[in-house]
């Protein structure tokens, strides 16, 4: 008998997101099941839920892809959790685990086509439904560990925003003597800026205006320029060894691979559905290359998570109500969020 539980979802793209109710699974053999504590909300969350990708893959749709609980039950066949470890899940819940990617550890990129937590088709016909709901049950394999030295609301935004950086700073080398730029100071881009101040790379901020130099500097970034200043452009030209683009609209990638340096790489993770112009030449200089990133494999999450417990590295977050989150997503549209909301999962009883 599948359990039904509180959720906050969208029956219409671009509608308010409601109270709903949504069933959840029985514990299979290799599942566990956790209370959720709580869920960040993730720019990509809104994208779908306002119909930015497309059509609800599935009405109504409960969005929500960082998530920290805490287990309460495990099937009889599961091996890495038990009942009353604190878990996290991600963006996804499942792959086919035998393509030559899912083999390399990075599911995302299953040839076979990863399950999203919502919104994705599941194995037993139904669609995944995501955090924003009381609890949730899912195949061991895509939990994760939550260190117990990072604090669980804080940590939530690391399931997403804090892997969409760590994987693509590590694979472009962000490290001492390395020069990074951040663009865009949203909830990817702050987690970016720690996580490459305590790789070791100098930081320097890149935002619309001036209006968060400040805080930017509190974060750690050693520099700070606003790109609504075309003398940034020039004075920053052929500096980064990355340039990390976070930003959740068009950017103009020629201007920004002007500012790599020798072999430097434009990492994109930000999301548009514009098709981005490329001027050759700006790519030839320098030899530069633009790479793309999707989060991440299991394993380097759980590799990212252990080393913000190291390095004490977490969100900086607001926390809402369930009934908040309407105005949470108006507020991050504006960039009025410092810089991540986390929605309190405990409000969603009634
Ligand atoms: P966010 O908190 O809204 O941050 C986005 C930042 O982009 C804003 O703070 C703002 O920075 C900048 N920005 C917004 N609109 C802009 C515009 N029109 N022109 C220039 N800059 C603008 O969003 P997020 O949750 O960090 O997500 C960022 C993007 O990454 C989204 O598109 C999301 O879907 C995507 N994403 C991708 C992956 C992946 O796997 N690749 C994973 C998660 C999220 P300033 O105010 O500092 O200019
Ligand atoms: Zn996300
Ligand atoms: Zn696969």
């Not at 001492?176 to 100071?185: I, M, Q």
């Amino acid at each position: 008998m599948p359990t039904t539980v509180n959720a906050y979802g969208t029956f219409e793209a671009g509608a308010a997101l409601q109270p709903l109710s949504i069933d959840r699974r029985d514990v299979g053999p290799h599942d566990v099941q956790l209370d959720i504590l709580y869920c960040g909300i993730c720019h990509s969350d809104i994208h779908f839920a306002s119909g930015d990708f497309g059509p609800l893959p599935v009405s109504p749709l409960v969005p929500g892809h960082e998530i920290v609980g805490v287990v309460t039950a495990t099937g009889e066949a599961v091996t890495k959790h038990r009942v009353g470890d604190r878990v996290g899940i991600g963006c996804m819940v499942d792959s086919c685990r035998e393509c030559e990617n899912c083999v390399a550890g990075q599911e995302q990129y299953c040839l076979n086509g990863h399950t999203l937590v919502f919104g994705s088709p599941d194995r037993d016909g139904t669609f995944t439904q995501g955090g924003y709901s009381e609890m949730i049950v899912a195949n061991e394999d895509f939990v994760v560990r939550v260190p117990e030295a990072l604090d669980p609301a804080a940590a939530a935004p690391l399931l997403c925003a804090g892997i969409t950086v760590y994987a693509p700073l590590k694979r472009w080398g962000a490290g001492p003597g390395t020069r990074v730029a951040v663009v865009g100071l949203g909830g990817l881009g702050h987690v970016g800026v720690k996580m490459a101040k305590a790789m070791g790379a100098e930081v320097t901020v890149l935002s619309r205006s001036e209006s968060k130099r400040e805080a930017a500097l509190e974060l750690g970034a050693d520099d700070y320029a606003a790109t609504g200043d075309p003398e940034t452009f020039a004075k920053l030209a052929n500096r980064f060894h990355i340039v990390l683009n976070t930003v959740s609209a068009p950017i103009d990638v020629n201007a920004y691979l002007g500012l790599l340096r020798i072999g430097g790489t434009l990492a994109s993770v930000g999301v548009t559905t514009e098709p981005l112009p490329l001027d050759a030449f700006a790519l030839m200089n320098n030899g530069r290359n633009i790479a793309g990133s999707q989060f991440a494999g299991i394993r380097e999450t759980q590799e990212m998570l252990d080393f913000c417990a190291e390095h004490g590295v977490v969100a900086d977050i607001e926390l809402t109500a369930a009934d908040g989150i309407n105005d949470a997503y108006r507020r991050v549209l504006s960039s009025d969020v410092r810089y991540r909301f986390v929605i309190d999962n405990a409000t969603l009883a009634n």
